[in-house]
């Protein structure tokens, strides 16, 4: 550590800060990850799982800003993946992104591959973890990343210490290969058997009353509290008995600090807080809870408290010469097939994502076509009230790689709209790779262009990565295209990606290289032909495959669905 000089050598560091700070060494770090089985038990059941370095979550990766880090994952697993940082921008180097079929292709069983994970404005908690659209590989598979300021100081009296709390969903056997099961046989999905905070179940539940996840505080302390939402499927709420918490980072950029009973956290959010241990000592829980659908107001009233700090230090650069408007609808979808069954989907603009068989950044970087189409649109193809009570109609969308391309620079604005289709509205998280953007805003029912624009933020709006867009609302975001590369684009939560709530955003090169894709690495995992084909993984994408958050609230659809049933035995 560099304050540890300080004592011996004040005079030689005062120098060297003087000069660092216009010459400051970015570091290089060095990982290996090693993905394999491993057995854990949890909830008195035993069960295997894959894992990185036999850790549940997995190693957090340490880094101060602007660093880069080589991974080298090596899968010893038995199917292919790839690894995603999640909220690291990754300038001009998508090559490293690992979204599978999107930025690269899986690392096969017995191979390894080597990210290099260039950070650059980052600064506070991120997380990383397996990514693809077709399985849930990450519900395992996946840690923290600290990134450190670096050659200055948090933009908050420096806490006392630090902890990490990765928030995961327990399933007593190994749901990835359950999942994978369910696309080949069109079996029910399960709901999840726990909750954990660091691996370990609530202590209420079986036989976790030892292993329930503790965090020893000194009294008369302040602690930094980096929280990760690396749930599943759910946004949630967290709050610590008896104290308040202060917000002060949100996706690894900063924030006005604001105190608060509880917070949320977005489906792959990434969270800051600091807490003072101000209280009588003893015990005092941490609780996460899931919101219940009367709970949209309390989310709302706590991401309004969301600011940007918009200081000299941490300035703010909200895009507002819009070359491209997109207006993205988000729905539940339901295909009628001729013999009554169904295949339920989730689509963005009516599109309904379908893997290619080689990434599509290979095929754009070397100009391959039939892999994608550019034709994905820029608003959806019909109007309509898009929150109203629609019943349970078929809708029928589109299936594709259908992606959107960007000039190097443009300045974008996405109006995200979730609809009401098959009355199953639900909350999205929607996130995009290779750049952050502001949020300017959010409201509840059809977004009107002549009203809504009005309550935006342009002043310090929240920078980041993953997004709530409200049930039945709108959401507003705003970037800059500076990124070249293809980057996905999509809701983060597991059931409504497997579904196809998902596209791609190309970012073409600027004039210069600095503006242009980096070269790619050697050893790119070549594409093997997938275990199943799309056109298999569509046709078992069934009616029983039904979500069970749906389930539970679109009773019209059960019951036919039940009736259904009967009528094919
Ligand atoms: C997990 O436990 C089972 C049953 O005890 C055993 O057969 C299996 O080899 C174990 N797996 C690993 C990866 O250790
Ligand atoms: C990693 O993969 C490369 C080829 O991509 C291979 O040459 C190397 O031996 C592998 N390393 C390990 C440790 O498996
Ligand atoms: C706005 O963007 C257009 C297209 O990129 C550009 O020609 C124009 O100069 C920009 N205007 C400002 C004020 O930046
Ligand atoms: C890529 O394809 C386009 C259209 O087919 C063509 O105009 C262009 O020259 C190609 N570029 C390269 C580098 O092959
Ligand atoms: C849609 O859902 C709402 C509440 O979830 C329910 O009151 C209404 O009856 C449903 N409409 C139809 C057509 O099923
Ligand atoms: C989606 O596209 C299909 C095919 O064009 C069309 O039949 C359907 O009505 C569209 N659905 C919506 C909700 O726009
Ligand atoms: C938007 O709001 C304005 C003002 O309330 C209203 O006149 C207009 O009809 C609304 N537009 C839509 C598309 O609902
Ligand atoms: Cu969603």
């Not at 295997?48 to 090596?74: A, C, E, R």
């Not at 096969?108 to 990383?128: D, M, R």
């Not at 979808?333 to 989907?345: G, N, P, Q």
């Amino acid at each position: 550590m560099d304050v540890a000089l300080a004592p011996a050598f004040p005079v030689l560091l005062l120098f060297l800060v003087g000069i660092s700070l216009w010459v400051v060494e970015a570091e290089v770090h060095h990982y290996d990850f090693v993905v394999a089985e491993k057995n854990f038990t949890r909830l008195c059941k035993t069960k295997s799982m894959l894992v990185v370095n036999g850790q549940f979550p997995g190693p957090t990766i340490y880094v101060h800003k602007g660093d880069t880090v080589f991974v080298n994952v090596h899968n010893h697993g038995d199917y292919g993946l790839t690894i995603h940082w999640h909220g690291v921008k990754q300038p001009r180097n998508p090559w490293s992104d690992g979204s599978a079929y999107i930025t690269q292709c899986p690392i096969e069983p017995a191979k390894n591959f080597t990210y290099e994970v260039v950070f650059s404005e980052e600064e506070g908690t991120l997380w990383w973890h397996a990514n693809s659209n077709r399985d849930w590989t990450r519900n395992t598979v996946h840690g923290a990343i600290v990134v450190y300021p670096h050659g200055s100081s948090y933009p908050f009296p420096t806490p006392h210490g630090e902890q990490i709390l990765i928030f995961g969903t327990w399933f007593t056997y190994d749901v990835n290969k359950v999942i994978k099961e369910i696309l080949r046989t069109g079996k029910d999905v399960p709901i999840s058997d726990a909750y954990t905070i660091n691996g370990q179940p609530g202590d209420f539940c079986a036989c976790s009353k030892e292993m329930t996840y503790r965090w020893r505080v000194d009294y008369g302390k302040t602690y930094l509290i980096r929280l990760v939402n690396a749930l599943m499927n759910e946004e949630f709420f967290f709050a610590i008995a008896g104290h308040d918490l202060t917000v002060v980072g949100i996706d690894g950029s900063y924030l006005k600090p604001f105190t608060t009973s509880y917070v949320m956290l977005a489906t792959g959010q990434t969270m800051d807080v600091l807490i003072e241990t101000n209280q009588s000592p003893g015990r005092y829980y941490m609780a996460e809870t899931l919101p219940s659908y009367t709970d949209y107001d309390s989310a709302t009233r706590f991401r309004k408290n969301l600011k940007s700090l918009a200081s000299k230090e941490h300035p703010v650069h909200v895009p507002r010469n819009i070359t491209t408007r997109m207006y993205i609808t988000a729905s539940m979808d339901r295909i009628v097939h001729a013999d009554m069954d169904y295949t339920l989907l989730s689509s963005l603009n009516n599109i309904s994502w379908v893997n290619p068989s080689t990434d599509v950044l290979q095929a754009y970087y070397r100009n391959l076509s039939g892999i994608y189409t550019s034709d994905f649109p820029n608003e959806p193809p019909y109007y309509f009230d898009f929150v109203a009570d629609l019943g349970d109609t078929s809708t029928h969308p589109l299936k594709g790689a259908k992606v959107k391309i960007l000039e190097y620079g443009e300045e974008v604005e996405i109006v995200f709209q979730s609809t009401n289709l098959l009355n199953a509205s639900d909350e999205h998280s929607m996130y995009i790779h290779g750049h952050k953007y502001y949020v300017l805003g959010e409201g509840y029912g059809n977004f009107n262009s002549t009203i809504d624009p009005e309550t935006y933020n342009l002043v310090d709006p929240p920078y980041l990565s993953t997004a709530s867009l409200p049930v039945k609302g709108w959401l507003t975001i705003r970037f800059k295209a500076n990124n070249p590369g293809a980057w996905a684009m999509y809701c983060q939560e597991g059931r409504h990606l497997i579904w196809g709530m998902n596209t791609v955003l190309i970012v073409k090169n600027g004039i210069n290289p600095e503006t242009s894709i980096r070269s790619p690495p050697p050893n790119m995992p070549s594409c093997q032909s997938s275990p199943f084909s799309e056109e298999d993984l569509w046709k078992f994408r069934l009616n029983k495959y039904i979500d069970n958050k749906i389930f539970a609230r679109i009773r019209g659809i059960k019951i036919e669905l039940l009736q259904m049933l009967r009528f094919k035995l």
